[in-house]
């Protein structure tokens, strides 16, 4: 699939925030770190745009939206207090080193990192460890002790058939990608064999089901592109993490690719479908107060999403 001027432009223009140029340099057009414009990029990611706004918002201890002290704060309200801030800003590319990211992955750490504060202690849950865990190697702490008892507690929370669930069950279900997204971002060189056949089995689950296939028919918002993604899950998450892992080639991701690129508009351009929670089944509910987040407009064109599925079509070998 060629990518045209016009779309260039788009994503890289002065009008496009600077953690989508970055994205697109870097993961796209193959360009080094060192090379002027992604260095000019990534210098921007926390003082312009997107992440700057966030930043703002951060209140003097750390954290966001709330100014209570337990574990609870960090994580409540639904999707604006600190534990969904950092996984925004960490996708968006903030620099570990920036004094606000650092003070906030300090407060979030001291909270969570105990005996009891669920990061890969007794009561953790796979969707919250997954996504702080992928947060945290982000930025930088993959030699904490405590980011390493979470990624070996990921692998120890994989069912049989090679999947995960953050409910009580036997088996595995799509909905819950978070562990093999946070595997997704160690290098293959700090990956134990412990994380590596964890990695094997959690890729063969998802090849094998086609990304989609769980239950009587297909749930409909699993074929809607979304961002933030949270703890939920839709096609385009499914073959950024399964691209990350190194399956762009595998053949049972034809199928799925084939859709993703199906939704592209004339132009070129992805939609960013609609913002979470975007649930269809009656027996789910979000049980705490939540606020819907989103960096960009629900069912208009979208420079996020269009840069994350350029992403995967790269890896792909696709583009």
């Not at 080193?97 to 105990?114: K, T, W």
């Not at 005996?115 to 702490?141: D, H, I, K, Y």
């Not at 939920?232 to 053949?251: H, K, S």
């Not at 913002?275 to 629900?298: I, K, Q, T, W």
């Amino acid at each position: 699939m060629p990518l045209g001027r016009p779309l260039m432009r788009w994503l890289l223009g002065e009008g496009a925030d600077p953690s989508v140029r970055y994205r697109v340099l870097r993961d796209v057009l193959d360009r080094p770190d060192s090379d002027a414009r992604v260095a000019a990029a990534r210098a921007q990611i926390g003082r312009v745009g997107w992440a700057r706004a966030i930043l703002d918002q951060q209140l003097p201890a750390g954290q966001w939206d709330t100014p209570g002290t337990s574990p609870r704060d960090l994580y409540v309200p639904k999707y604006i207090a600190t534990n969904w801030r950092l996984l925004v800003l960490s996708d968006l590319g903030a620099p570990a080193d920036d004094r606000r990211v650092r003070r906030a992955v300090d407060l979030f750490l001291r909270r969570f990192g105990g005996p009891a504060g669920g990061l890969g202690t007794r009561g953790s849950e796979v969707c919250f460890t997954g996504n702080a865990a992928r947060m945290l190697a982000r930025f930088g702490r993959m030699d904490d002790r405590r980011v390493h008892r979470a990624f070996d507690w990921l692998v120890r929370a994989q069912k049989p058939d090679g999947g995960w669930h953050c409910f009580p069950s036997r088996v595995g279900t799509l909905d819950c990608w978070e562990a093999l997204a946070a595997f997704a971002v160690l290098p293959p060189a700090r990956r134990s064999p412990a994380v590596a056949r964890a990695v094997e089995r959690g890729a063969d689950f998802y090849l094998s089901r086609g990304l989609l296939r769980e239950g009587r028919g297909l749930y409909r918002p699993w074929l809607r592109l979304h961002y933030p993604v949270h703890y939920y899950y839709d096609l385009l998450v499914g073959l950024d993490t399964l691209t990350a892992l190194g399956y762009g080639d595998d053949r049972r991701l034809r199928a799925p690719l084939d859709r993703l690129v199906s939704m592209r508009r004339s132009d070129g351009i992805w939609t960013l479908d609609a913002h979470h929670p975007d649930c269809e089944d009656p027996n789910y509910s979000v049980r705490s107060p939540f606020y819907p987040f989103g960096l960009e407009p629900a069912g208009r064109p979208s420079r996020w999403i269009t840069a994350t599925v350029l992403r995967v079509l790269h890896r792909a070998r696709r583009l």
